[in-house]
């Protein structure tokens, strides 16, 4: 399975998280395997792309970060899977 997790920071936690992802870079678990991730240039947030077939690893990392981010994470589909749930 394929998600997109938004990231978003604030004043009040942006230090402490910052210096979290410095010390160990945020970094999945053993089993979701992170293909990439990009940081808006204003540090307020970003967008993490991860593939795992365990959902609740990939919540479990959500969680881990949930004290010093706000994270939405969504389900993605390919283009062929989606056509395949249109499809019917």
Do not use: C
Not at 53 to 66: L, R
Not at 72 to 80: G, I, K, S, V
């Amino acid at each position: 399975m394929l998600f997109v997790i938004n990231y978003k920071t604030s004043p009040a936690t942006r230090n402490a998280g910052q210096k979290r992802f410095l010390e160990g870079g945020g970094l999945p678990p053993a089993n979701v395997k992170m293909l990439g991730r990009w940081h808006y240039a204003d540090g307020s947030g970003g967008v993490t792309v991860a593939e795992s077939d365990d959902a609740s690893a990939v919540a479990k990392w959500a969680q881990d970060w949930s004290d010093v981010l706000v994270l939405e994470t969504r389900l993605a589909l390919a283009d062929e899977q989606m056509g395949a749930v249109i499809a019917g």
